[in-house]
Nanobody, 115 residues
Framework: QVQLVESGGGLVQPGGSLRLSCAPS????????MGWYRQAPGKQRELVAR???????NYGDSVKGRFTISRDNAKNTVYLQMNRLKPEDTAVYYC?????????WGQGTQVTVSS
């Protein structure tokens, strides 16, 4: 079973920034669109940002204008730059393919936005 490993989460004050990283294997990275998902306590997991192999991006309404998804093809790495963070962004963040594949869900990285 392949799991993706996310990193970069932490505790940040409202208005702050964080950058998340995920480095899937090269075969996954080259073939699939990649996305960042999040799951807040008591809520369903949601897709917040997506990037295709060609670099086209899409965002959920709640993060549009604040979050930026990008990919470094040389490093097989997907990033999520999160700016102007809000308390409602608090969640465990995961990367996975889009659509998601069960085998690739990892442990996620906790993002907590609090003063």
């Amino acid at each position: 079973q392949v799991q993706l490993v996310e990193s970069g989460g932490g505790l940040v004050q409202p208005g702050g920034s964080l950058r998340l990283s995920c480095a899937p294997s090269g075969s996954i990275f080259k073939i699939y669109a990649m996305g960042w998902y999040r799951q807040a306590p008591g809520k369903q997991r949601e897709l917040v940002a997506r990037i295709t192999s060609g670099g086209t991006t899409n965002y959920g309404d709640s993060v549009k204008g604040r979050f930026t998804i990008s990919r470094d093809n040389a490093k097989n790495t997907v990033y999520l730059q999160m700016n102007r963070l809000k308390p409602e962004d608090t969640a465990v963040y995961y990367c996975n393919t889009v659509p998601s594949l069960y085998a690739y869900w990892g442990q996620g990285t906790q993002v907590t936005v609090s003063s």
